[in-house]
């Protein structure tokens, strides 16, 4: 039997059939480099950027497409963001669900004399916007957090603690890793003023792809991490100024660029809600099949709405790599153990440091996967039990 692929927090796939076909049209038919030319492929390679940015402005509200800055990776944008934005006698809020994407270079600058605080989030991962209003202090600057926990699935309250940002004077970064293209985003109504992404997971695009979204006037207090040529103001030895210049230095993945483009089109014309719909079915079907299976322990709330499609569980006496193993040699099942990048939420959730098994699920699962997943789980957990 075919692979059945449940480790799409890492990254997604298989990809859609629309992905593939722009990047190999972009290579085959383009080339060129976008921006550093006149010449009618490389017009062509800057009209595939600018729709990539368009494609990103309409998914998540953003009202002018050149106020995303395209990267790597969510990493890249996050660095920017952190190292970019804050300063030494900053105090920064963080919750206790983050990735290392957010925790290490927040504690990088905390060596330079940047102020943390963790705050506490329950066992199910939540966070209580109440416990970040109480974290604030004269010198707090920022509140840097995860949209949703790559560990648990669990979707913290951004548009709460948007209002409260708002309020206090705070400027609000959100790692939307795990919610781009599969959870709502509006950053206008959630008063984002930075957002986070990565292209590969559930926006279908490449590796390599990503982008951080600035709200207006946010460029003047972010420096860029990344210096060099941008195919503008090529007459100065300074970086621009202005967006997305002026953290896009470098020749552009353009052909990765063109798959993710087309993976945010994917999304677009499906419907984001379709895809979660599809994706919560999944998840509560899963849920409900191994809370069935002896021995097993399940981290994270259990309403779907309010979570990604990211499922974490452990069987008891097992160790979560010894699990997965099987379900890849026994079961052909993909799935990822261990603490996912993300110590400080394995230690929230009580999982710190043996970790959990996580299945994550995609618009490309099925219901047949599921079952056939329940059974295999099930299936290790008896053979556990007896042995």
Not at 90 to 108: F, Y
Request: proline share 6%; hydrophobic share 40%.
């Amino acid at each position: 039997m075919e692979p059945i692929y449940f480790d799409n927090a890492a990254t997604s796939w298989p990809k859609p059939p629309e992905t593939l076909s722009a990047m190999q049209h972009y290579m085959q038919d383009i080339g060129g480099s976008p921006g550093r030319s006149g010449h009618r492929l490389s017009v062509a390679a800057a009209r595939i950027i600018f729709a990539a940015r368009e494609k990103l402005a309409e998914l998540f509200n953003i009202a002018d497409p050149l106020r995303i800055a395209l990267t790597k990776n969510a990493t890249e944008a996050l660095n920017i963001a952190v190292f970019g934005f804050l300063k030494p006698g900053d105090h920064v809020l963080t919750s206790g669900m983050e990735h290392n994407s957010v925790m290490r270079p927040l504690r990088a600058m905390e060596k330079k004399g940047v102020e943390i605080t963790v705050v506490p989030c329950s066992p199910q991962g939540e966070l209580d916007p109440g416990d970040i209003i109480k974290s604030i202090r004269k010198n707090t600057r920022a509140i840097f957090l995860t949209h949703a926990s790559n560990v648990t699935g669990t979707v913290m309250p951004v548009a709460a603690l948007g209002r409260i940002a708002r309020e206090h004077g705070l400027s609000l970064c959100v790692d939307a890793a795990q919610t781009a293209g599969c959870y709502p985003i509006d950053v206008q109504d959630m008063n984002v003023d930075m957002l986070a992404f990565t292209g590969h997971k559930s926006l279908f695009g490449p590796a390599g792809t990503g982008g951080l979204y600035l709200r207006e006037g946010m460029e003047t207090t972010v420096e860029p991490v990344c210096i060099g040529g941008t195919g503008s103001r090529s007459e100065q030895e300074e970086q621009p100024d202005f967006l997305p210049d002026r953290y896009e230095a470098g020749t552009p993945n353009t052909a990765g660029i063109a798959g993710l483009a087309a993976g945010v089109q994917f999304i677009l014309g499906k419907g984001l809600a379709q895809i979660k719909s599809r994706e919560e079915s999944l998840v509560k079907m899963f849920i409900e099949g191994i809370q069935t299976v002896p021995s097993i322990i399940l981290y994270g709330q259990t309403d779907t709405v309010l979570r990604t499609p990211i499922v974490s569980f452990n069987i008891e006496g097992l160790d979560p790599a010894a699990v997965t193993l099987e379900l890849d040699e026994r079961f052909n099942i993909m799935a990822r153990p261990g603490l996912h990048c993300a110590p400080s939420a394995h230690k929230t959730i009580g999982t710190y440091p043996q970790g959990t098994v996580r299945f994550s699920f995609s618009y490309y699962n099925t219901k047949d996967q599921i079952i056939y997943a329940v059974d295999a789980v099930r299936q290790i957990s008896r053979e556990a039990k007896s042995s």
